[in-house]
Structure formats: C-alpha cells, structure tokens
C-alpha cells in the first residue's frame, strides 16, 4: 500500500474575500458621487485653462484626461468620439506649443474655438465615466498609463489632490 508523502510545510491560510462585494464593485456602474470625483481634477484645470491662469501641471491633468478618454473608446464600451478625441488632442497641443516647454511654461490665453472644445471634450467624457463600470475604469487607466510610459511620457497621478 502506498503512502501520500507529507509535507513538511505549514499550510496558508487564505484570506477571506467577501465576493459577493467584490463583483458589485467590479460589475456595477460608477456612482454619480464617483463620476463627480473623477471629473474633479480636470474640471479645476479646465477651469484654470479657460481664465488663462494654468499651470503646467494643470494641462498635464488635461492631457492625462484625454487619454484616459481615449483608452475607454479603445475599449469600446463607448464608442463614436474618436474623432472629437483627436480634435482635442490637436487643441491641447496647439495650446502646449502657445505656453512654451515646462521649465518656461506660459499660461496660455485660450481661443473661443478651444474653449468650447474642452467644455465639450469635459462633458463627453463625463457620459463616458457614467457608462462605465469600476472594472472598465480601471482597466482604462492601467491602458493609458501603459500607454504614455511605451511612449516616453510621464504618467501623472490624478488621484493627487495638487491640480488645483
């Protein structure tokens, strides 16, 4: 008869997860509270942009908001404003070459065209935040932080209470 070897180590014990929370936080929509707190950050830099007293930091938050847009296109869970996304792209840019680089930053005077562009992107990306869920949310960030480090960029955390 054959004997089980034993092993020698202590057993781990598992942590326990609630898992009935955990798909609701991952298979629910974002709350209007949550959609608010995430729109905060670039709705403060829109608003600085718009009086023509922003930082360097502030079109940064601008700029990671953007492609945070673009990676929930990417994912198609909203789909059908790529071509506004890349209009804003060119606007933010336009905006950054006007401003000068970071060491010389510029607070830039804001054209009609590209105030409502910004206020529109804002609203835009405001109906994508509310179809999403806080797994697709996630997800989108890690892709558009992936994506600007791929490209030589710098990922700026948005969760920081300093774009103000």
């Known amino acids: 008869m054959k004997t089980r070897k034993r092993n ?3 057993r781990q014990h598992r942590r ?5 929370q955990l798909a609701l936080m991952r298979a629910t929509r974002l ?5 608010a707190h995430q729109m905060a950050p670039a709705r403060a830099a829109f608003e600085a942009l718009r009086r023509g007293q922003a930082t360097h930091r502030q079109w940064q ?5 953007l492609t945070i847009a673009a990676s929930i296109e990417k994912q198609g869970v909203v789909k059908g404003l790529a071509g506004m996304l890349s209009e804003t792209d060119a606007a933010l840019d336009a905006i950054a070459n006007r401003a000068g680089s970071a060491e010389k930053w510029r607070a ?5 065209d590209e105030i409502r562009l910004l206020g529109e992107f804002l609203h835009v990306h405001e109906f994508q935040l509310a179809q999403l869920s806080y797994r697709e949310y996630r997800q989108a960030c890690a892709q558009a932080v992936a ?10 955390d948005l969760r ?3 774009y103000a």
């Open 16 to 20: 326990l997860v609630d898992t009935m």
């Open 108 to 112: 830039p005077v804001l054209r009609g």
């Open 31 to 35: 709350t209007p509270q949550e959609v």
């Open 8 to 10: 020698n180590k202590p």
């Open 160 to 162: 920081e209470d300093d």
């Open 147 to 156: 994506r600007v480090r791929c490209s030589g960029g710098v990922a700026i």
């Open 61 to 65: 938050v601008m700029a990671a908001t």
